[in-house]
Every structure is written in structure tokens, then in C-alpha cells.
């Protein structure tokens, strides 16, 4: 049986990912992470910023709610509650809609 290696989720890149980012998304019975997007080293700026806008956009349906997009150290094989939140790196790439530069 072969591992499944998940790729960033940028057009043409074929690098594995090393970053998951999700909002909690609850429909008051069930909750659990929404993906948004998976994103390697060098391009998770791009893969956060294109959740934040599809998020933005994005109307629940009765009784769903959905977080803000966060940023989890994604690591093959491990369920949602045992990745790493990465707030640094959110409040880095957050900072750059407000015309601070990011890394």
C-alpha cells in the first residue's frame, strides 16, 4: 500500500505540503476543519491570502458557521486535532492586507 503524498495546492507546483489552511466549520452536530487550501514552504502567502478572499465570500447555510482561516504545520497521516496552529505565521500574512510585509 503506497503513502499519498498531498501537494501544495498552487497552480504547476508539485512540492508536498507543508502547511494546511482551514477554518473550523461546525453545522451545530458536526465540526471539524475546512480546507482551504494546502501549501508548500514557498508558497503559503499566496495559498492563505486566495482562502482569505474565498472565505470572505463565502454565506453559511442555516445553522453552519465557519472560522477564520488559520495556518496548521501539516503533517501526512496526522487527524486535524493533532496539527500544529501555526498564530505566527497567521498574523504575519494577515499583516500584509494592511500594508506591512510579510516574510
Known amino acids: 500500500m503506497s503513502e499519498i503524498i498531498v501537494r501544495c495546492s498552487m497552480p504547476n507546483c508539485r512540492e508536498p505540503a507543508t502547511y494546511k489552511v482551514a477554518a473550523s466549520w461546525t453545522d451545530s452536530r458536526f465540526k471539524e476543519l475546512k480546507t482551504y487550501g494546502h501549501a ?28 477564520e482561516i488559520n495556518i496548521y504545520r501539516y503533517t501526512n497521516g496526522w487527524l486535524d486535532w493533532e496539527l500544529q496552529r501555526k498564530g505566527d505565521l497567521e498574523e504575519n500574512y494577515r499583516s500584509w492586507g494592511s500594508g506591512a510585509q510579510g516574510v
Do not use: I, M, Q
Not at 508548500?40 to 472560522?67: I, M, N, Q, T, W
Open 40 to 67: 508548500c514552504d514557498a508558497h503559503l502567502g499566496p495559498v492563505f491570502r486566495a482562502a482569505e478572499d474565498r472565505r470572505a465570500s463565502y454565506k453559511p447555510a442555516a445553522g453552519e458557521s465557519v472560522g
